[in-house]
């Protein structure tokens, strides 16, 4: 199969130009990427249901025989409404379709067909708009694949056909036979055919399960690599632990678990052959910053230079205040490195670092610009992990000689999916809050109780503090919901009129942005009505009420995040979720956040009931995606490492030839995120 990789899509009947480019949309390029291309979903044609019981599922397919056809009728824009009434023998069903004159005339009365959509119910009627049809014999299961542009799943399909008709007799298997007979996995030459053309709904979950298994292995494979890489690396040894001395810097005390994160650090730089290689994860407000302050502070104090990179100017630029501050009286030297740094200061920030003249340089991405050179870079801190591709950790670990590393996120993450996400750092965990942190009380109201929320607003602003309103969108897309701009102006004019309010969404330039976050964290607005671009970043102790729009838009842990945004002074605060969402399941999520503050729990209960797209989502952690395993498929995951760790402990570097394709597997995942230069 590795040679269709070579041969280009344009090969493919019907495949031209300009259908080329939208099959490289989908990361398509080559026959053996197409094959790779799985379907999203299936119309499963082959259980047809009545449909009295088609009413009670989403999508399905029904068998009924077509009684009478109605007139046709015009109606608005000139558009023809077809409808037909079919019965399946005990109920009867109007199906409609919309100016599509061909599928109507070739439906014939006292004809039994298959009809494929959603079926909605009014008492004893039922109906169904706009179905596919086909003949009462095509009981199959088709593939629904991703879209682009023109380029329709139909055409997708069609391509794939000869795609799979180029698949040679015998594929070569990446999963070497007793790893398939071990977990009772199929071969990839059926789990392919099957994934996209299956023979039954059953054949459909054992190619799955292969496939995921083998995303899975490979990936972990792919991390157990790159963690292997570094630690062949040989370490920066520090002589001495400054700890104590940095505490007695602080104004405040540590919690057991910093103590314990700052000794876990400390002894990895100690006593380590290779460098530290940390994941410090804590919760909203656990202090990870002050465990990132003291490694840093042992680091300089051994004569390493300490790179701190975060990913918005504005959070960049509170570190090295707050750090600033904790050593002004100290022989530690600091620099600021962002992206609005004057030229003349960039110049000269960039000469005392390539001289040693500077300890710590706290930054954004400016810092793995190309003409950035350390004279002895001896820590790597990024902030906000996941903010982070791999390919941008490893552009700033490449400016030292096999720095430290230590990486920091506020995402609470459950240690099984922290393990596959950072599976090449070691983890320390912040199970702790400081003390006088405040518990945000929160509570879930629907939309009617809104007066009585601006009314709160109102009385917060009059006592001086600061309230944060969260919008989901930017732009106005959807009736249901009103976008950040429209909502503020709303709120100008009426009922909050007389408070500052401002606007922060993702679409504005990154000076207007940091402009408008800097303005507020100065106390120059009244209210920041907001996008979840303010998730991280913002530390406004004055902020005392977070107002989050349509809850259910966003995830337990987004939630999570963005109520972290207050309870961050001495006054109390409050999180208040407004949603109209009817349905059980979204409730019960939603009551997680007002039953706990805890980000740990609900990051358990986050990836029970939603599995682990919010931690993923559009960001990827720096990690290949994922098409068909899932992270909260704990049995496949713990397969896969065990198969993992037997390949490695039977040929650490993949050289047999029965590991070869599952070593060009690896290569190929890996390429995507810029990282396949590492597994060499």
């Given at each position: 199969?590795?040679?269709?990789?070579?041969?280009?899509?344009?090969?493919?009947?019907?495949?031209?130009?300009?259908?080329?480019?939208?099959?490289?949309?989908?990361?398509?390029?080559?026959?053996?990427?197409?094959?790779?291309?799985?379907?999203?979903?299936?119309?499963?044609?082959?259980?047809?249901?009545?449909?009295?019981?088609?009413?009670?599922?989403?999508?399905?397919?029904?068998?009924?025989?077509?009684?009478?056809?109605?007139?046709?009728?015009?109606?608005?824009?000139?558009?023809?409404?077809?409808?037909?009434?079919?019965?399946?023998?005990?109920?009867?069903?109007?199906?409609?379709?919309?100016?599509?004159?061909?599928?109507?005339?070739?439906?014939?009365?006292?004809?039994?067909?298959?009809?494929?959509?959603?079926?909605?119910?009014?008492?004893?009627?039922?109906?169904?708009?706009?179905?596919?049809?086909?003949?009462?014999?095509?009981?199959?299961?088709?593939?629904?694949?991703?879209?682009?542009?023109?380029?329709?799943?139909?055409?997708?399909?069609?391509?794939m056909k000869q795609a799979i008709r180029l698949l040679p007799e015998k594929v070569n298997d990446p999963i070497p036979p007793e790893i398939r007979d071990r977990f009772e996995l199929c071969g990839l030459d059926i789990a392919i055919r099957n994934i996209h053309f299956p023979e039954s709904s059953e054949a459909v979950v054992r190619a799955k399960k292969r496939l995921a298994f083998e995303e899975l292995l490979i990936l972990q494979l792919g991390l157990a690599r790159l963690s292997s890489g570094r630690h062949e690396d040989t370490a920066q040894h520090i002589e001495k632990a400054y700890t104590d001395e940095f505490v007695s810097l602080l104004p405040f005390e540590l919690t057991g678990a910093q103590?314990?994160?700052?000794?876990?650090?400390?002894?990895?730089?100690?006593?380590?052959?290779?460098?530290?290689?940390?994941?410090?994860?804590?919760?909203?407000?656990?202090?990870?910053?002050?465990?990132?302050?003291?490694?840093?502070?042992?680091?300089?104090?051994?004569?390493?230079?300490?790179?701190?990179?975060?990913?918005?100017?504005?959070?960049?630029?509170?570190?090295?205040?707050?750090?600033?501050?904790?050593?002004?009286?100290?022989?530690?030297?600091?620099?600021?490195?962002?992206?609005?740094?004057?030229?003349?200061?960039?110049?000269?920030?960039?000469?005392?670092?390539?001289?040693?003249?500077?300890?710590?340089?706290?930054?954004?991405?400016?810092?793995?610009?190309?003409?950035?050179?350390?004279?002895?870079?001896?820590?790597?801190?990024?902030?906000?992990?996941?903010?982070?591709?791999?390919?941008?950790?490893?552009?700033?670990?490449?400016?030292?000689?096999?720095?430290?590393?230590?990486?920091?996120?506020?995402?609470?993450?459950?240690?099984?999916?922290?393990?596959?996400?950072?599976?090449?750092?070691?983890?320390?965990?912040?199970?702790?809050?400081?003390?006088?942190?405040?518990?945000?009380?929160?509570?879930?109201?629907?939309?009617?109780?809104?007066?009585?929320?601006?009314?709160?607003?109102?009385?917060?602003?009059?006592?001086?503090?600061?309230?944060?309103?969260?919008?989901?969108?930017?732009?106005?897309?959807?009736?249901?919901?009103?976008?950040?701009?429209?909502?503020?102006?709303?709120?100008?004019?009426?009922?909050?009129?007389?408070?500052?309010?401002?606007?922060?969404?993702?679409?504005?330039?990154?000076?207007?942005?940091?402009?408008?976050?800097?303005?507020?964290?100065?106390?120059?607005?009244?209210?920041?009505?907001?996008?979840?671009?303010?998730?991280?970043?913002?530390?406004?102790?004055?902020?005392?009420?977070?107002?989050?729009?349509?809850?259910?838009?966003?995830?337990?842990?987004?939630?999570?995040?963005?109520?972290?945004?207050?309870?961050?002074?001495?006054?109390?605060?409050?999180?208040?979720?407004?949603?109209?969402?009817?349905?059980?399941?979204?409730?019960?999520?939603?009551?997680?956040?007002?039953?706990?503050?805890?980000?740990?729990?609900?990051?358990?209960?986050?990836?029970?009931?939603?599995?682990?797209?919010?931690?993923?989502?559009?960001?990827?952690?720096?990690?290949?995606?994922?098409?068909?395993?899932?992270?909260?498929?704990?049995?496949?995951?713990?397969?896969?490492?065990?198969?993992?760790?037997?390949?490695?402990?039977?040929?650490?570097?993949?050289?047999?030839?029965?590991?070869?394709?599952?070593?060009?597997?690896?290569?190929?995942?890996?390429?995507?995120?810029?990282?396949?230069?590492?597994?060499?």
């Amino acid at each position: 199969m590795a040679s269709l990789y070579h041969q280009p899509i344009k090969s493919l009947s019907g495949v031209g130009t300009k259908k080329a480019e939208l099959f490289g949309k989908l990361g398509v390029n080559s026959v053996g990427e197409l094959l790779r291309l799985y379907p999203r979903t299936y119309e499963d044609w082959s259980n047809p249901v009545g449909i009295a019981r088609a009413s009670e599922l989403d999508v399905c397919c029904v068998r009924a025989c077509v009684e009478r056809k109605l007139p046709p009728a015009r109606i608005r824009g000139n558009m023809i409404v077809y409808k037909l009434l079919v019965c399946d023998g005990t109920d009867d069903m109007t199906v409609t379709f919309f100016n599509q004159k061909y599928v109507f005339e070739k439906l014939e009365t006292d004809k039994e067909y298959l009809f494929y959509g959603t079926v909605r119910s009014s008492g004893i009627h039922y109906t169904m708009s706009s179905p596919a049809v086909a003949d009462k014999g095509s009981d199959i299961i088709k593939p629904v694949y991703p879209q682009t542009g023109s380029l329709t799943s139909k055409q997708i399909e069609n391509a794939m056909k000869q795609a799979i008709r180029l698949l040679p007799e015998k594929v070569n298997d990446p999963i070497p036979p007793e790893i398939r007979d071990r977990f009772e996995l199929c071969g990839l030459d059926i789990a392919i055919r099957n994934i996209h053309f299956p023979e039954s709904s059953e054949a459909v979950v054992r190619a799955k399960k292969r496939l995921a298994f083998e995303e899975l292995l490979i990936l972990q494979l792919g991390l157990a690599r790159l963690s292997s890489g570094r630690h062949e690396d040989t370490a920066q040894h520090i002589e001495k632990a400054y700890t104590d001395e940095f505490v007695s810097l602080l104004p405040f005390e540590l919690t057991g678990a910093q103590t314990r994160a700052i000794g876990q650090c400390t002894e990895d730089m100690l006593t380590l052959s290779h460098p530290m290689n940390r994941l410090i994860q804590g919760d909203v407000g656990s202090g990870k910053t002050a465990v990132a302050a003291a490694v840093c502070y042992t680091a300089a104090k051994n004569g390493m230079q300490c790179a701190f990179m975060a990913p918005t100017e504005i959070l960049a630029a509170q570190h090295f205040e707050s750090l600033s501050e904790l050593f002004k009286n100290t022989d530690i030297r600091l620099s600021l490195l962002t992206g609005s740094t004057k030229a003349a200061q960039k110049r000269r920030i960039k000469d005392e670092l390539i001289l040693g003249m500077t300890d710590i340089v706290i930054g954004t991405h400016a810092l793995i610009s190309e003409d950035v050179e350390f004279a002895k870079l001896g820590l790597v801190v990024t902030d906000e992990q996941h903010r982070f591709g791999v390919a941008q950790r490893a552009a700033l670990i490449s400016k030292g000689n096999s720095p430290h590393i230590m990486v920091m996120s506020a995402t609470p993450i459950p240690r099984t999916l922290a393990l596959m996400i950072f599976g090449d750092l070691d983890l320390s965990v912040l199970d702790e809050l400081p003390p006088g942190r405040q518990k945000v009380d929160t509570y879930l109201v629907d939309g009617e109780k809104r007066g009585r929320i601006y009314n709160f607003i109102k009385k917060h602003v009059a006592l001086g503090r600061q309230c944060y309103i969260v919008c989901p969108l930017v732009e106005q897309n959807d009736s249901t919901l009103v976008s950040a701009e429209e909502y503020a102006e709303k709120l100008r004019n009426t009922v909050l009129s007389d408070c500052r309010i401002e606007v922060l969404h993702g679409k504005m330039k990154a000076a207007e942005k940091e402009r408008i976050m800097s303005g507020f964290a100065a106390g120059e607005a009244d209210i920041l009505v907001a996008t979840t671009v303010i998730e991280v970043g913002v530390n406004v102790p004055n902020a005392t009420v977070m107002v989050i729009e349509n809850a259910d838009r966003f995830g337990l842990s987004q939630l999570h995040q963005l109520r972290g945004r207050v309870g961050r002074g001495k006054e109390k605060s409050y999180c208040i979720m407004i949603s109209d969402v009817q349905g059980q399941n979204s409730l019960e999520r939603l009551r997680v956040m007002c039953s706990t503050n805890d980000g740990f729990k609900i990051a358990d209960e986050d990836l029970r009931l939603r599995g682990p797209g919010d931690f993923f989502g559009s960001r990827q952690h720096g990690l290949p995606e994922l098409k068909t395993a899932k992270l909260s498929d704990m049995v496949s995951l713990s397969d896969a490492g065990e198969a993992a760790r037997m390949i490695i402990e039977d040929d650490p570097e993949l050289s047999e030839k029965k590991y070869r394709g599952l070593k060009f597997e690896m290569e190929r995942l890996f390429a995507s995120v810029g990282s396949s230069e590492r597994l060499q």
